[in-house]
């Protein structure tokens, strides 16, 4: 189990991290959200010590984290680095090999994980030679090589295409049922909604929201009202609704959780034909919206 | 124990990624290739004494070959003598060029063109041969004449060894090469690592120090590979060319050359590697080096201004124990042959002392620096902001 708390660094007048804390659990995989410059980065880093946090704690299995703990963990940073002249399967293998594996175990490993992202007959050549989402591939693999305990992703979708999202989506998944803890940041709320099972959104160095994705929805102070009326020209908006969009006759409301449901059926009757109606906890882009309140 | 696992595989990585760089190969054989071509070039502008071969027919006096000899010896020449049959067969060789001169008789000298050389050895050695007959004739005895004694020769200057001074120029300025080419390296592998953010892979699995070290030992194996390769070029080519004679401290010379460049190299490695850390582009990096490359032209103008002309000058003595100036001094003053052991012994003493805390200097600027983001770092700021760092 991972646990970070009370994190708490700055720099200079910035505050980077404000008191958050994540808690990662081993076969789960964690969202980690939050706008840019929330601290996600930073708390990640922290994990690896490549920050000097000014307070909180950063343990694994209970235990502080040390350089040999250091060894099981992979890492994607946020800004991608490889050694542009090396070659991918030399530079993978170096990377396992720096975090204990023998050379024969580092060559077998980084040969089936090439090959598991479609890299395998791209091995010998430079990594300047590879395409940008190649490359991202490549970043993957050597976080994977050592198969870690702990996997810490930064932003791992960014510049994917839809089969480089899938493919991502695979090996997180896969990784997590075979018991590894997952930590991953992501701007795209939806894939995270349908990878996750914890989710922690952090705001200016705070956590705003966590949980399991089943608590943060149900647990929401809002609940998502969709109302599609059988004529597109019908107006309608409940008193104390949000809305969201309106569209050919199809209103989307924010509305408090409590509110009553039968109540709002009712009134959208008496302005027109209802063809549709739903109440449901929102999703979790909304909920990332409501949270920081942007 | 882990660590020195991760500094050799850093190293091992940087050994032999770079000895299959295009730059390290073509470095090595161009190198190489340059200090065994001037050495066969000054072997061949400068061949030695010129040599003549002289045809001798008739009746020439009788101490014609040994008065030949000796005024040959003096003017540094070798003249070979071929005894012909005749006049005739002695001119027309001559004339065909298979000889340069010839003498006949008592009183001939055969030339291809006046003036030459070969000319004014003949003549000279002739009249002394025919000097010596004549008296002979007399009755006085010609050895007595022929050897008049010896005659001392005093010199106001003290003995110079000139080849010695010629190679403590030359292990000056391949020390001072070397040292600031791997140096730089230095400069520019840790630089790739930060502007390529590589480093946050490689230090999330090892430490800033394993980094530091592996890459700074990793170049200086291969520079001093490449310095070894130079030396034995140098000393095998000079050998077989005969281009100098060896002068009596070669070997040590070469010998601590190696040892002393890998002083040097620890002393500015770690140096420029510190300044790299400070910045994130490649725009920046040669200003944020600026002091580590001067301190190094400034080290090697000393120790070729102060330290060559006067190696046994009480200046040069201190001035070479000089952390930065001693690496690239004390080989020239080995290689003078001026340098007693205690000397030699202090000056690494001083130089290791001295390595040692700027190595820890530099390593705290360097964890400091190496993993912020931004633009240029001051070398305090980085100082202050490893504090924190301490655990890495």
Known sequence: MLELADLAKRYGEVVALDGAGVVARSGRIVGFLGPNGAGKTTAMRSIFGLVALDGGTVTWQGRPIDAAARLRFGYMPEQRGLYPKMRVAAQVSWLGRLRGMSKVDAARSTTQWLGQLGLGDRANDRVEALSHGNQQRVQLAASLVHEPDLLVLDEPFSGLDPIGVDAMSDVIRTRAEAGATIVFSSHQLDLVEGICQDVVIIDRGRVVVSGTIDEVRTGAPSRRLDVVFADPAVRWEPDDARPLRKHDGSHAFMVPRDADPAAYLSAASRAGAVAAFSFQPPRLSEIFREAVGR | ?392
């Open chain 2, 1 to 392: 124990m882990n660590s020195i696992r991760s500094t050799y595989l850093v190293a091992w990585r940087e050994a032999t990624e770079r000895a299959r760089s295009r730059a390290y190969i073509v470095s090595t054989v161009f190198t190489f290739l340059l200090v065994g071509g001037l050495i066969a070039m000054v072997a061949f502008i400068d061949r030695g004494p010129s040599s003549y071969t002289v045809a001798v027919a008739g009746a020439t006096p009788k101490g014609l070959a040994a008065s030949i000899d000796t005024v040959a010896t003096a003017s540094n020449v070798l003249v070979d003598p071929l005894f012909y049959p005749d006049a005739l067969s002695a001119r027309n060789a001559v004339a065909d060029g298979t000889v340069d001169a010839a003498v006949i008789d008592d009183d001939t000298i055969v030339v291809h063109d006046r003036g030459s050389t070969v000319e004014t050895i003949l003549s000279t050695a002739l009249r002394q041969a025919r000097l010596l007959a004549r008296l002979d004739a007399l009755g006085v005895d010609p050895g007595a004449v022929a050897d008049p004694g010896t005659i001392s020769v005093v010199a106001t200057a003290p003995p110079q060894d000139d080849s010695g001074q010629g190679m403590a120029t030359a292990t000056i300025v391949l020390l001072f090469l070397v040292i600031t080419t791997y140096g730089q390296w230095v400069l520019l592998g840790v630089l790739e690592e930060k502007s390529t953010h590589v480093v946050e892979q490689v230090v999330s699995s090892t430490s800033v120090r394993s980094l530091l070290a592996g890459k700074v030992i990793g170049i200086g194996i291969l520079g001093l590979g490449q310095l070894a390769v130079i030396i034995a070029g140098a000393v095998v080519a000079g050998s077989v060319f005969h281009a100098f004679d060896l002068p009596s401290a070669t070997y040590a010379t070469a010998a601590w050359s190696l040892v002393w460049f890998l002083l040097g190299f620890a002393f500015y490695a770690v140096l420029y590697a510190a300044a790299a850390s400070l910045v994130s582009r490649s725009e920046d990096a040669q200003a944020a080096a600026m002091p580590v490359a001067l301190f190094g032209v400034a080290s090697y103008l000393v120790a070729l201004s102060v330290v060559l002309p006067n190696p046994e000058s009480t200046a040069s003595r201190l001035i070479s124990l000089l952390p930065p100036v001693a690496p690239i001094a004390f080989p020239a003053r080995i290689g003078i042959g001026d340098a007693p052991v205690w000397e030699i012994l202090l000056g690494m003493v001083i130089t290791m002392v001295a390595i040692v805390i700027v190595v820890r200097l530099a390593a705290r600027i360097y964890a400091g620096a190496i993993l912020s983001g931004g633009g240029r770092m001051k070398p305090l700021q980085a100082w202050r902001a490893s504090r924190e760092l301490a655990s890495r």
